[in-house]
């Protein structure tokens, strides 16, 4: 699975994003599809993840009620919708498949490269 991350930018706090996350190479459906982000001097954190039939989605505490994850199969594309953004959002966010939904880098197997998302005003 080859996985491309885009739609990051420079945002006003309070402002809102849409990453997409386009997976090739193999079928997409079964992985499950995970955003991390990494902010400079930072470890890289679990943002949120969603299973392979959508039904089931997981959230870091941090952008619970704020980050949408979602998921179009028939589009190998997942998306994380990002409301009220803050300046602590801003980091590389980078999107990952695994067969498990997990909070845990280790346990995607594919990662695409970043996409930088900058809250500031």
């Known amino acids: 699975v080859q996985l491309q991350a885009f739609g990051g930018g420079l945002v006003q706090p309070g402002g809102s994003l849409r990453l997409s996350c386009a997976a090739s190479g193999r079928t997409f459906t079964g992985y499950v599809m995970g955003w991390f982000r990494q902010a400079p001097g930072k470890e890289r954190e679990f943002v949120a993840a969603?299973?392979?039939?959508?039904?089931?989605?997981a959230y870091a505490d941090s952008v619970k009620g704020r980050f949408t994850i979602s998921r179009d199969n028939a589009k190998n594309t997942v998306y994380l919708q990002m409301d009220n953004l803050k300046p602590e959002d801003t980091a590389v966010y980078s999107c990952?498949?695994?067969?498990?939904?997990?909070?845990?880098?280790?346990?995607?197997?594919?990662w695409g490269q970043g996409t930088q998302v900058t809250v500031s005003s």
């Open positions: 969603i299973y392979w039939s959508g039904g089931t989605t």
């Open positions: 990952a498949a695994g067969d498990s939904l997990s909070l845990t880098a280790g346990d995607y197997d594919y």
